[in-house]
């Protein structure tokens, strides 16, 4: 079992962790993505960036992107952040972790540049834009499904769960230290998406697992 997007360890299987200031070092199963979120673009530092993806060749960068969650207008300096970020991935050789909530075309258009330079793309917390699935997987990018799935009234988005191409499938549940307890878990997710794909809990986390380790393949080589 993967969690490919979080903040904090779950108990059971590997984390993908982003910003994982409160997470020792060296917990097995943990890989770590160091990034400035696009809510606090004004925290960038370059320089700390540069020097925590040299001090741990097996991070990666994450999570970063644009949003327009929070407000209409994407401010130029958070651009500015997230293509330097990009940038950096790009020099470093690391995937990233990819926010674009309500703005994905913008996200991917960003991209675009590095397919083939950045290893490897996850676009945590998708939703609402299916028509980019293909460009996206064009790009070798992954897309994670998170707890929403198992939310009776998500019809669009278990539509979307049910049709994304199983290479390019994780799941994750972008737990933060203030997640309900009562969010569903990693085995929660895999049951409810293996159910709608009309296969198997087992199957699936079989294919999410390999999917999980080629996304960070380049960091584990
Ligand atoms: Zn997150």
Redesign the pocket.
Same mark, same amino acid.
């Given at each position: 079992m993967t969690d490919s !997007?979080c !903040?904090v360890a779950g108990t059971a299987g590997r984390h993908f962790i982003?910003s994982p200031s409160a997470v020792p070092y060296g917990l097995p199963g943990c890989v770590r993505f160091f990034g400035c979120h696009p809510w606090t673009p004004e925290e960038f530092d370059e320089e700390e960036l540069r020097r925590l993806l040299l001090e741990h060749p097996d991070a990666g960068v994450g999570?970063i992107g644009l949003d327009r969650l929070k407000k209409r207008e994407i401010a130029p300096l958070e651009r500015e952040v997230f293509e330097r970020q990009l940038a950096i991935a790009a020099e470093f050789h690391r995937p990233v972790v990819l926010h674009g909530a309500k703005c994905w075309g913008e996200t991917l258009k960003a991209c675009k540049p590095y397919k083939g330079v950045i290893p490897a793309f996850l676009f !945590?917390g998708f939703s609402r834009s299916t028509g980019l699935i293909p460009e996206i997987k064009d790009l070798g990018g992954f897309i994670s499904i998170g707890p929403a799935v198992a939310n009776a009234h998500a019809v669009n988005y278990m539509r979307m769960a049910a049709e994304i191409p199983s290479d390019m499938l994780l799941v994750e549940t972008?737990r933060t230290p203030e997640s309900p307890l009562d969010l569903p878990d990693i085995a929660q997710i895999t049951a409810r998406l293996a159910e709608l794909r009309r296969t198997t809990a087992a199957e699936l986390d079989a294919i999410l697992d390999s999917n999980a380790s080629r996304f960070v393949s380049s960091l584990l080589a």
């Open positions: !997007h !903040h982003c999570e !945590h972008d």
